[in-house]
């Protein structure tokens, strides 16, 4: 259960659930829901009703737990679970330390009645819960039902991700987690990637083979042109899920350039492996592809550097891309996205350049070049690729998909497979 009314309108981004979704993955659990609700008392009695009728073997919560009078998730789970809370003086000593030293350290101004307050608030423990001790201001707990009463214990965690995630190790440590994860089995995940394939064909596959499928539960996700396959199955259904694969190898062996690593990792492996270093020369996605290729660790070894070339002077200036060049064929051209590549490579001494130009829009189309006409290009010791497409959607989409289809083109053009 994810707590916050900031993440039931959107205004913030659950990034809890997907990350314990993994995590218990990875420890034999299988999640069964993932429920966001908001700071209100009775939305969060009625989740927790929800839950705990559903058959669950364990329950987890993130937020709610800070000095505020919205934070009401410790509390309500105590009542929930049948234990009344009250204040653990030795834990209120132990989180007003903590409190000190963080205002200490940012040289707030503080109340020291409010401060007071607040810590005490994070001090109430519902009877017979498990501590988890805290990695910020708040403390987690691990609350059992009450005796003569029926469910599952409750794990309750802070909202901030860092102190969730550092906080977890505990959790799975605590008593009523170790009993529930005693019985878990491991659950395997694994990930076929295609690309250009449309989910209709690859439905057809997956009926066709659906007899031969026990065990697995198969899930398809198409994004920005890449079709994932995700397949999870306990280690009896190995012959099952190698049995899929090679299916999907026979159909799309043409499409089909992963099982596992995403294209950012195949991009990155071959650069390094190869000894081989990169430069963008970025106009309509400026900058995307190179945060791509810089989000792995050690990517300073083969991304020398990018340009956002915007304006034609930046092109020009900075990327050596020709006046005529631009005159005749226009910013938006093959040839000026040849030559952005071109400029990048040179400017920074790379082995391989990219470049991207295009109308990302929501303005700016012609009749010739509507918008979403994107031009790519991509030229190194392997040779040279270009890539034209229009492509639909929204300016963020425009953007994103752009990104996708330059790192196929370095894909095609390092590894070869399926064209871009």
Known sequence: MVTGTEILTGRVSDRNGPW???QLRLLGVDVGSVVVVGDRPGDLRAALRFLGAGGMDLVLTTGGLGPTADDLTAEVVGDAQGRPSAVDPDLEQRIAAVVARL??????????????????????????????EPV???PGLVVPVADGRSGPPVVVLPGPPSELQGMWPAAVDAAPVRAVLAGAQELRQETVRLWGTPESELAATLRRVDDELGGLEVTTCLRDGELEIVTRFPPSAEPAYRGLVAALQGDFGDTLFSVGPTVDDLVADALADRDRTIATGESCTA?????????????STW????????????KEQLLGVPAATLAEHGAVSPEVALALAAGARRRFGADVGVGITGIAGPGGGTAGKPVGTVHLAAIGPEGRLTRSLVLPGSRDAVRQRTTTVALHLLRQLLLGGPPA
Request: aromatic share 4%; no cysteine; proline share 5%.
């Open 20 to 22: 314990l979704a993994e």
């Open 103 to 132: 205002m200490a350290r940012r040289n707030w101004r503080v109340d020291p009645a409010a401060t007071a307050a607040g810590v005490r608030k994070q001090a109430r423990v519902p009877a017979g819960a498990t501590v988890l």
């Open 136 to 138: 910020g201001t708040a």
């Open 287 to 299: 900058g995307l592809l190179s945060a791509r290729l810089t989000a792995r660790p050690g990517s």
């Open 303 to 314: 991304v020398l550097g990018g340009v956002a070339s915007y304006a034609d002077t930046a």
